[in-house]
């Protein structure tokens, strides 16, 4: 689908010039996702907002039941974000795994996104079908500790000792050492 193979390349003249001919719309699908979820999932955030500004439907879900703003969130898609907070999207959906935008934000390691959310009611204290928060998400592929600290500072109070404990229990156990002390301080202070 020439489409997809234009936000595969990050060609978005190339999209745009397929989409003002009127073959097809911004809401189509190629192998049961969006236009949207395709950009987002490869983190092309010009044809992201491309594509939103000319009708496409934000409130789509991927394969795995992800959205724009889950994918968005996890490539670091900043003003692509900003603008899907604006259309007042839905911070509560989560995927197949039950993660929610905000894990997919700390396990990019996004802590500006991680704010953004935050400021936008998402809830730190939730957890996935596995039992791990928004805390030991940040801790998967890397050390995010900026996320870490956005997220106990962002939220005061939404995170409980039980939350922090088993963060830092996950952050000893991957070695994810800057994490630890900020987790750790915020238990003693």
């Known amino acids: 689908m020439k489409e997809v193979d234009a936000i595969l390349e ?3 003249q190339r999209l745009k010039e397929i989409l003002s001919k009127g073959l097809a719309g911004a809401n189509q699908e190629f192998e049961g996702q969006s236009l949207l979820v395709w950009a987002c999932s490869v983190g092309n955030e010009e044809a992201a907002v491309f594509l939103l500004d000319n009708g496409a439907d934000y409130d789509v879900h991927g394969q795995r039941n992800e959205t724009p703003l889950m994918l968005a969130s ?12 604006s259309h007042a999207v839905k911070l509560d959906t989560v995927d197949s795994l039950g993660r929610d935008a905000l894990m997919f934000a700390a396990k990019g390691g996004h802590a500006s996104i991680v704010r953004m ?3 936008a009611g998402a809830l730190p204290s939730r957890t996935d079908a596995a039992g791990r ?5 940040a801790l998967v592929e890397d050390d995010h500790a900026e996320v870490v600290e956005s997220l106990i500072e962002c939220c005061p109070g939404a995170i409980n000792s039980s939350i922090k404990d088993a963060a830092l229990h996950y952050a000893k156990e991957l070695g994810r050492h800057q994490s630890e002390k900020v987790i750790a301080a915020s238990l003693i202070g």
């Open 10 to 12: 990050f060609d978005t």
């Open 74 to 85: 996890y490539s670091g898609m900043d003003r692509f974000t900003s603008k899907l907070l």
């Open 117 to 119: 959310l935050c400021a």
């Open 133 to 137: 928060s928004s805390l030991q998400w």
